[in-house]
């Protein structure tokens, strides 16, 4: 099975870079998706295709890919942006979606 | 304007069956998949299958398969998921959302989310 591995937290204080990785564990590599979840709320996109940011999406919200890792990076973090990060992806056969288990991103 | 909408939270006993569902409007609900994604207490998103309403192709995880049915009316806009017998562990919030491109891909609109609640 295809699985998406990320860290479980990450901690930052306001202002600084916030980096979340996500690793998938098996070659080739499908595009990742990421999504930021506030308590009591539903799943937003941030960022689909490893790096483009949807509309309304802000600025500080960008991704990269390195071989089979992908980052979600935020730039000058903001109280706002305490969150649940999930990556997201699908299978080499585009059968089936996978989450990664989700980064609880806390500013300090 | 795009949106799924959920039906409201279900309280039921274990052994019950249910079927929830998910209406989509603003946009052309036979040209989209919609998958169901699963949120236990405290944990993670799952993602539990997948229907593309325009022809009911539908696909399910293995970890859900034979454990839910995935269904739509496309003449009512709707998605649903459904259990013939619930346990204590479906307790969980659970979202449709919309899948964005051609192919499963990624979602960009999600429902509120519907909390079903398993309990004797």
């Known amino acids: 099975s295809y699985e998406l591995t990320q860290p479980p937290s990450v901690s930052v204080s306001p202002g600084q870079t916030a980096r979340i990785t996500c690793s998938a564990d098996?070659?080739?590599?499908?595009?990742a998706y990421w999504y930021q979840q506030k308590p009591g709320q539903a799943p937003v996109l941030v960022i689909y295709k490893d790096s483009e940011r949807p509309s309304g999406i802000p600025e500080r919200f960008s991704g990269s890919s390195s071989g089979t890792t992908v980052t979600l990076t935020i730039s000058g973090v903001q109280a706002e942006d305490e969150a649940d990060y999930y990556c997201q992806s699908v299978d080499s056969s585009g059968t089936y979606v996978v989450f990664g288990g989700g980064t609880k991103l806390t500013v300090l | 304007e795009v949106q799924l909408v959920q039906s409201g939270a279900e309280v039921k006993k274990p052994g019950e069956s249910l079927k929830i569902s998910c209406k989509g409007s603003g946009y052309s609900f036979t040209s989209y998949w919609i998958g169901w994604v699963r949120q236990m207490p405290g944990k993670g998103l799952e993602w539990m299958g997948i229907i593309y309403p325009g022809d009911s192709d539908t696909r399910y995880s293995p970890s859900f398969q034979g454990q839910v049915t995935i269904s739509a009316d496309k003449s009512i806009s709707t998605a649903y998921l459904q259990w013939s017998s619930l346990k204590a562990s479906d307790t969980a919030m659970y979202y449709c959302a919309r899948a964005a491109a051609a192919g499963i891909g990624y979602f960009d609109y999600w429902g509120q989310g519907t909390l079903v609640t398993v309990s004797s």
């Open positions: 098996a070659l080739p590599k499908q595009y």
